[in-house]
């Protein structure tokens, strides 16, 4: 964690996002580093779990981290949560909350609670258009031989 905390501390000082760092940890060592690139990429995705998680696969040359553990300063948001899932990480060691993240202004309770049902989605509407168009690819995937998951 004391290198997931440098990394945080390397990214407020050279002001590329908020204070979270991460670090990713596979049998013992450690693959990748990163801390939150939000403001210096212009990318609301490149928070450091998410940065770290695509530093590591591209190192590991795989999609999944399933040998590895991600060290984070905060509790993963939604979006890093479901990263970290996607990437198959097992274990995952945090220090701050999201509550510790809200009294900063990093809050995210309004995102937990469209996820669980207690709001309705307020930022954006979602349409379902041409269907079946789209199915093509789908079917096409279904079809291939020697595809990866």
Known sequence: MAEALKESLLGVDKKDGGPFGAIIVCKG??????HNMVYKTNDP???????AIRKAT???????LTDCELYTTCEPCPM?????HWARIKKVYYSASRKDAAKI?????EIYDILSGKEKEKQFTKKQ???NE?????KE?????????
Not at 29 to 34: G, H, L, T, V
């Open 129 to 131: 258009i041409d269907k």
């Open 105 to 109: 202004g990093f809050d995210d309770k």
């Open 58 to 64: 591209k190192k590991i040359k795989n999609k999944k």
């Open 80 to 84: 890093c949560f479901a990263a970290i």
């Open 29 to 34: 060592k450690i693959i990748a580093r990163a």
């Open 141 to 149: 995937w279904e079809n291939k031989k020697g595809k990866l998951y």
């Open 134 to 138: 789209c199915l093509i690819a789908f």
């Open 45 to 51: 995705t490149a928070h450091a779990e998410i940065t």
